[in-house]
């Protein structure tokens, strides 16, 4: 009777085991992204794609306004705006978009693991307009998430060395210069936040850019290109949040070559490991 009670009871912790692990890879993970069309860049396309081929299931959320910067994303929580156009890909990959949305019920739509901030890009690579809207913007988001939710600070890339960007005289249209402002801004603004999480899509694509690929990954000087520009920031993404290596992972668009596929995973591994530095490809 003792030996059938022993066995009954294993038999019980197996099955909790079993029912617990296959609840764990089947849970959902959930990304919201406050942010503008550099947000659209990076998580609209391929971050779904590139968590399914390494067996994650996602829901990932994009609040968009073109060129929203971090005052207007304050304004607009201080009014209570339906300013937004929420753009939300569900488990099964199909984006559907709702216009006229408010922050608050973006928020609330989903129990978010995952919820990132950004800088318009022309003032990504000053502090100083972190320091103003940020905190206010970090503590609305904070009241209307539950506790278990992260926060993350997008690090956004440098303009084209060729782009017309009305903001790239901020930095003297150095390419370089930008880039070292941005990598210096999101750091200080995470610390001054305790955001533990950067996402350095910005030092992936200065990554790229050294190789092969070279100062081609933009569309119009400041947007990714559709390709490997994107494929690229949706690596970055992927690697950190999942913290499983992007090399190798089996998904790819078709628009991209094996061999822009190899420099993106690697250009966006190397970023992970070494977010505040440019390493050559």
Same mark, same amino acid.
């Given at each position: 009777?003792?030996?059938?009670?022993?066995?009954?009871?294993?038999?019980?912790?197996?099955?909790?085991?079993?029912?617990?692990?296959?609840?764990?890879?089947?849970?959902?993970?959930?990304? =919201?992204?406050?942010?503008?069309?550099?947000?659209?860049?990076?998580?609209?396309?391929?971050?779904?794609?590139?968590?399914?081929?390494?067996?994650?299931?996602?829901?990932?959320? *994009?609040?968009?306004?073109?060129?929203?910067?971090?005052?207007?994303?304050?304004?607009?929580?201080?009014?209570?705006?339906?300013?937004?156009?929420?753009?939300?890909?569900?488990?099964?990959?199909?984006?559907?978009?709702?216009?006229?949305?408010?922050?608050?019920?973006?928020?609330?739509?989903?129990?978010?693991?995952?919820?990132?901030?950004?800088?318009?890009?022309?003032?990504?690579?000053?502090?100083?307009?972190?320091?103003?809207?940020?905190?206010?913007?970090?503590?609305?988001?904070?009241?209307?998430?539950?506790?278990?939710?992260? =926060?993350?600070?997008?690090?956004?890339?440098?303009?084209?060395?060729?782009?017309?960007?009305?903001?790239?005289?901020?930095?003297?249209?150095?390419?370089?210069?930008?880039?070292?402002?941005?990598?210096?801004?999101?750091?200080?603004?995470?610390?001054?936040?305790?955001?533990?999480?950067?996402?350095?899509?910005?030092?992936?694509?200065?990554?790229?850019?050294?190789?092969?690929?070279?100062?081609?990954?933009?569309?119009?000087?400041?947007?990714? *290109? =559709?390709?490997?520009?994107?494929?690229?920031?949706?690596?970055?993404?992927?690697?950190?949040?999942?913290?499983?290596?992007?090399?190798? *992972?089996?998904?790819?668009?078709? *628009?991209?070559?094996?061999?822009?596929?190899?420099?993106?995973?690697?250009?966006?591994?190397?970023?992970?490991?070494?977010?505040?530095?440019?390493?050559?490809?």
């Amino acid at each position: 009777m003792k030996q059938k009670k022993t066995y009954l009871f294993s038999l019980f912790l197996l099955l909790c085991f079993v029912a617990g692990g296959s609840a764990y890879a089947q849970k959902v993970v959930k990304i =919201l992204a406050i942010g503008n069309s550099f947000s659209q860049d990076a998580v609209e396309q391929n971050l779904h794609e590139l968590a399914a081929a390494d067996g994650f299931t996602t829901i990932i959320g *994009n609040m968009y306004i073109g060129g929203c910067s971090l005052e207007r994303h304050v304004k607009n929580v201080r009014g209570n705006l339906p300013a937004y156009a929420y753009r939300k890909i569900g488990v099964d990959g199909r984006l559907v978009e709702t216009p006229h949305e408010t922050l608050e019920k973006a928020l609330a739509d989903e129990d978010w693991d995952y919820v990132s901030l950004q800088q318009v890009s022309g003032f990504s690579g000053k502090f100083e307009t972190f320091r103003a809207s940020l905190p206010e913007l970090v503590a609305y988001v904070k009241a209307h998430l539950p506790k278990h939710t992260k =926060l993350m600070l997008h690090q956004t890339w440098a303009y084209a060395s060729n782009s017309t960007h009305a903001d790239f005289p901020r930095y003297h249209r150095n390419q370089l210069e930008m880039y070292h402002a941005i990598v210096d801004a999101v750091k200080r603004a995470a610390k001054m936040e305790k955001i533990k999480i950067i996402i350095p899509s910005g030092t992936a694509i200065q990554n790229a850019r050294t190789s092969s690929l070279g100062d081609h990954l933009n569309r119009d000087g400041y947007h990714l *290109n =559709l390709g490997v520009g994107r494929y690229t920031a949706a690596c970055t993404w992927f690697e950190k949040i999942f913290k499983r290596n992007v090399v190798g *992972n089996s998904y790819c668009p078709a *628009n991209v070559t094996p061999e822009q596929k190899e420099i993106a995973q690697r250009a966006a591994h190397a970023a992970v490991k070494h977010p505040y530095r440019i390493t050559e490809m």
